[in-house]
């Protein structure tokens, strides 16, 4: 049944019910709108629009609802169209005239608005407390590894001595921006449409800070067109959700290389791995796979928000259903995706030999090599060239900077002397980088403190 049947002489085509159905994506949000009735309702009785016996029966019988979808004595009627229908059908055949007042001084176009803020509130608290294990996690592998040397990349070329440690915080860096972004979100979208009604508000006397009050909002939306036309919140949150998939396919890509034989930087629990129909030796890091191409999935629903909105003219068009599916997605997608990375990375075992075997092929300490002669008062484009030198020796030879003789180094440049061979060493490279930011040992632990701190 319509609510809106009033006006028409013909029942709508099969069809056309179907696709203007909304009932198999919004029944999710059955909380939302009962707890936006409850607070409705009160409202219109502290106004005295509905009598105090009207809303005893009705919150009466809207917990009820709520209580037996719960526990499934009651079951959304598929061919419903839309929770907020369903909702009131249900609250009329128990209370009966009651239920039909509820409706009063409200439009289904502030009660979706409505429901939808108050269901993307609660994802947006359960997807912060995601990203924050995940930061969690982060730290303490960090720390365990803060003095596991490894090449740092530019290019996918080995370029500079980090540590393990180090590397991973650059990614709990990422993550406390994301927490930032999903906090700032939130805190704009927390403001109540209810009562913008279809799109001029209502000659009702209602009280819209009551009702913004009960349901925990900052306070009502002060334009009625804004209130049932803004879908703002459903496009920032899923800009939002799309950089966390960034943060997340690009630590997949890492981890995925770094499982791979050329690297062998670390190794995945086997909980968290796959195997091969064909080849038993195979080891696949699926689930960084996944994510990786979830990614684009996300990036679609932003785009299907971004488009659905942009030629849309003021009040509430129909085109506007076409949100939840999408912001859904996008908010299903991403917390899957954290819920299978986190205790995959929790169980990962990093192998720091063959990182520093890495470290020490691919003279990554060729910069200290030129900062020792820039110490020694050579300039430092001339150290540059001198280095860079010395490094073409090297291949020729057969050998790294460590093992080239003294002789071969003064050659180059008679500002050298042994002590190069401490300045090169790729823990002392790594351990002398104390700048803030820098990938020293004690750098790393400073910041973990520092991000557990912002992270709580």
């Known amino acids: 049944m319509q609510l809106w049947k009033g006006r028409f002489k013909k029942e709508l085509d099969e069809k056309t019910n179907d696709f203007n159905s909304s009932i198999s994506f919004d029944s999710r949000m059955y909380e939302n709108d009962i707890d936006g009735s409850i607070a409705h309702a009160k409202m219109l009785a502290a106004r005295g ?43 009329t055949k128990l209370v009966g005239n009651a239920g039909k007042r509820l409706h009063t001084a409200r439009s289904r176009n502030d009660q979706v608005a409505l429901d939808i803020r108050l269901y993307l509130r609660d994802e947006c608290d359960e997807l912060y407390k995601l990203l924050t294990s995940l930061v969690s996690v982060i730290s303490d592998k960090a720390e365990k590894y803060a003095s596991s040397v490894m090449p740092g990349y530019t290019h996918m070329q080995r370029a500079q001595p980090i ?6 915080l650059a990614y709990a860096e990422m993550f406390l921006r994301d927490k930032e ?47 049932v036309s803004d ?51 195979k080891k696949n890091p699926d689930i960084t796979e996944l994510i990786r191409g979830k990614s684009g999935r996300v990036f679609g629903d932003l785009t299907t928000l971004l488009t659905m909105m942009k030629g849309l003219p003021l009040a509430y068009n129909k085109d506007m259903q076409e949100d939840k599916e999408a912001i859904f997605d996008a908010f299903d997608t ?123």
């Not at 540590?163 to 991973?168: M, N, P, V």
Request: negative net charge; aromatic residues 8%; contains cysteine.
């Open 163 to 168: 540590t393990f440690g180090h590397h991973l």
């Open 181 to 227: 972004r999903l906090y700032q979100a939130k805190e704009r979208m927390n403001y109540s449409p209810l009562g913008s009604c279809a799109l001029a508000g209502t000659t009702y006397n209602t009280d819209r800070e009551m009702t913004a009050k009960e349901l925990g909002f900052n306070g009502p939306m002060h334009n009625s067109l804004d209130g």
């Open 231 to 281: 879908r703002d919140f459903c496009m920032e949150l899923a800009a939002v959700i799309s950089i966390i998939m960034v943060h997340l396919s690009r630590f997949s890509e890492e981890i995925i290389l770094w499982c791979s034989w050329e690297f062998k930087f670390v190794e995945l629990d086997d909980a968290f791995s796959t195997g091969s129909s064909i080849m038993p030796q």
């Open 334 to 456: 991403v917390k899957i995706c954290l819920k299978t990375f986190i205790p995959m990375l929790e169980t990962m075992t990093a192998i720091p030999q063959n990182m520093r075997k890495a470290a020490a092929a691919g003279f990554i300490n060729a910069t200290d090599c030129a900062d020792y002669l820039v110490g020694k008062g050579v300039p430092f484009r001339d150290a540059y060239k001198a280095t860079g030198e010395l490094v073409a020796i090297c291949i020729t030879k057969g050998l790294t900077l460590e093992t080239l003789s003294i002789d071969e180094y003064i050659k180059v440049c008679d500002k050298f002397d042994d002590g190069i061979y401490d300045a090169i060493n790729l823990d002392n490279c790594v351990t002398n980088r104390t700048s803030l930011g820098g990938p020293a040992p004690q750098n790393v632990m400073i910041e973990i403190e520092r991000i557990r701190e912002l992270n709580k």
């Open 49 to 91: 629009i509905i009598s105090s016996d009207d809303l005893m029966k009705i919150l009466e019988g809207l917990n009820k609802i709520k209580d037996d979808i719960k526990t499934g004595k009651l079951v959304i009627d598929p061919d419903a169209e839309d929770i907020h229908t369903f909702v009131e059908l249900e609250l």
